[in-house]
């Protein structure tokens, strides 16, 4: 084992026992699964063979001119074969989440920060009159538009002051790349291996596949830097909106609705093993935060 193994199940271990059993029963239940898969799979290409056998052999005696009567059980067991193939496809089953790759990946980067976690579980208590799989499934719901707040606040546009300033960077840096050199036009040798570009001016050159060609737009850039600048200013300012966040706002607003979400998230783990403990069968959502899911928190966190 190397090192890095070494420590990555070091830190495994210094988790709290329950949160290694929840490891433990996701690594074997990402392993029935592909284990279901393979077996599921050998099935579907036993039976794709016996379909295949089955249309040759049908096809066969029918050219024979064979009465189908004759081979009436053939027909019937293609039938059979051709709607179990049809089943398998129709009944793919959803694979649990989350699986052995994501828990691994997050217990190496949380091992990588040196991450100091402990137990959390929040005291759930189910609405009078329901089920656990009931609030599960209501709670679920409750939280969609949290979630639906925060994509719109990720994918909210920069203010218009924090917009132009970067147009205005890639406009400048593409119109530095855009300049002709007109040094080689002062110079005019006969002789030497910079003898052919002479007294000519050298012109913007950008790599295309394997060979340089002309930068048409870096130079159009340099020649009208100034005029670019004003119409993408135009444009920028066109485009504002009233959602728009700087960089700060989005990072505060987000870090916000991020700590509201893994608080829900912790309750609907909760739930989920209630309804599970109860006999329901459901599937854990995925993308919740791994410290819901295993019940952890910074040590010292409230």
């Known amino acids: 084992m190397n090192q890095s ?21 996701i690594r074997m239940a990402a392993e029935n699964f592909a284990a279901a898969a393979d077996g599921r799979w050998n099935r579907q290409q036993a039976l794709v063979q016996r379909k295949n056998e ?30 179990q193939l049809a089943d ?19 217990l190496s980067r949380e091992q990588r920060r040196g991450a100091k976690l402990e137990l959390f579980v929040p005291d759930v208590r189910l609405p009078k ?31 218009v002051e924090e917009a ?18 007109f040094r080689p036009t002062m110079r005019l040798e006969e002789i030497g291996i910079n003898a052919a570009s002479q007294g000519s001016v050298r012109w913007p050159q950008t790599m295309v596949g394997e060979k340089f060609t002309g930068h048409g737009l870096a130079f159009c850039a ?17 485009m504002s909106r009233n959602s728009a966040l700087s960089v700060s706002d989005r990072k505060l607003r987000r870090a916000d609705l991020e700590r509201q979400i893994l608080e829900a998230e912790r309750i609907e783990e909760v ?10 069968i459901v599937n854990r959502r995925r993308g919740m935060n791994l410290l819901a899911v295993l019940q952890l928190r910074e040590v010292g966190a409230k």
């Open 5 to 25: 193994f070494a420590n990555l199940a070091k830190f495994t271990k210094s988790l709290h026992p329950k949160a290694q059993k929840k490891i433990a029963t």
């Open 54 to 83: 089955l249309q040759a052999l049908i096809a066969q005696y029918r050219a024979e001119g064979m009465p189908e009567g004759n081979f009436a059980d053939e027909i019937a067991l293609l039938e059979q074969t051709t709607e």
């Open 88 to 106: 398998i496809a129709n009944n793919k089953p959803t694979a649990p989440w989350p699986d052995a790759g994501d828990i691994m990946k997050w």
């Open 129 to 159: 009159g329901k089920s656990a799989l009931e609030a599960l499934r209501d709670h679920r719901d409750s939280t969609v538009p949290l979630r639906e707040v925060l994509k719109r606040t990720i994918n909210a546009p920069l203010t």
């Open 164 to 181: 132009e300033p970067r147009a205005i960077a890639d406009i400048e840096k593409l119109a530095a790349s855009g300049a002709p050199d």
């Open 222 to 238: 340099w020649l009208h830097k100034d005029e670019l600048i004003a119409r993408a200013k135009k444009e920028i300012r066109a």
């Open 271 to 280: 739930l989920f093993e209630m309804a599970t403990a109860a006999g329901d």
